[in-house]
């Protein structure tokens, strides 16, 4: 199987440097980006620095700091403390799937937000959704990025899904106002929604991204083949015929659907990435189109 970590060249890296995150609650004011509050009668207590990159404000600049350490640092204070971005990834047994698998795309994609992330100073906390209960990784600073590439390369997807677990996890840990990703297929839906719609009626600003396999979204065998549900074990034998495909193509239509409609009533962001998808410029052209990178 493909490697996480094989995608991430220097080259990859370097291009990664161009772009910001597009996500609105990054603040722990709640406010986008890193403005200053704007709150009245309080006081903006110092908190920490962060190194300068390229785009900061030179006003926030630590000058005193300059003098002495002969670095560029970027004053940050308690209400506009940078907040963590959030990942979460399927590791069930049907991510396992495609070529890439739907697994190593959709960590592919979040590490690509990650580094961009780490670069403009957020922190970012992973999580991934196993039924063996992996505990998160919290990744702060530059040059970290290989840390969740390791843990990364060592999963394999297995079991069945517990999504809908894992994402009332990140419910109960907070903050509240948060940046959260999640990558999966999705086929757990009746199982997420209610905790998805909880989420984001408590202000975390969602983005879901749907990770679906190329044979899953254009089918090109025929003939009849035994299945074998890759989380129950259960297998089944199916005839794919012209007919049989036309009815699967209504079948994903109404899934796409349902997706859609459920995102747009719940406010939550929604994307579809084909496993198959190269992790260039044809990559960050579709997360600039769907609202994640600018």
């Given amino acids: 199987m493909a490697k996480v970590s094989e995608a991430f060249t220097g080259k990859l890296l370097e291009a990664l440097n161009r772009f910001d995150l597009n996500i609105k609650a990054v603040t722990s004011s709640g406010e986008r980006g890193e403005r200053r509050s704007k709150r009245r009668g309080q006081s903006v207590e110092y908190a920490d620095h962060r190194e300068y990159t390229f785009g900061d404000d030179l006003r926030r600049l630590d000058w005193h700091a300059y003098a002495r350490l002969e670095q560029m640092l970027i004053r940050l204070y308690a209400a506009e403390e940078a907040l963590p971005l959030e990942i979460i990834v399927d590791l069930s047994a049907s991510m396992d799937f495609g070529e890439p698998s ?62 809908a677990e894992t994402l009332k996890r990140s419910a109960l840990a907070g903050p509240r106002r948060k940046a ?18 909880a989420l984001r009626a408590g202000g975390t600003e969602i983005n879901l991204i749907l990770v679906l396999a190329p044979e899953e979204t254009d089918p090109q065998e025929r003939g009849e083949f035994t299945y074998i ?45 084909s496993s198959a998808t190269p992790i260039d410029a044809t990559l960050f052209k579709q997360l600039a189109d769907g609202g994640l990178i600018a």
């Fill in 229 to 273: 549900d890759s989380e129950t074990g259960k297998e089944s034998v199916l005839s794919l015929d012209g007919r049989a495909l036309s009815k699967y193509m209504e079948m994903l239509a109404g899934y796409r659907a349902e997706w859609t409609d459920f995102c747009r009533a719940s406010g939550i962001a929604m994307l579809e990435i």
């Fill in 180 to 197: 959260l990703v999640v990558l999966t297929d999705g086929y757990d839906r009746d199982a997420i929604r209610p905790t998805l719609r």
């Fill in 102 to 163: 739907k697994y190593v795309q959709a960590a592919r994609i979040g590490c690509c937000l990650t580094q961009i992330a780490l670069l403009k100073g957020t922190p970012t906390r992973w999580r991934i959704a196993s039924s063996k209960n992996l505990e998160p990784v919290m990744l702060r600073g530059r040059g970290v990025l290989p840390k969740i590439l390791g843990v990364l390369d060592e999963l394999v997807p297995e079991g069945t899904a517990v999504m």
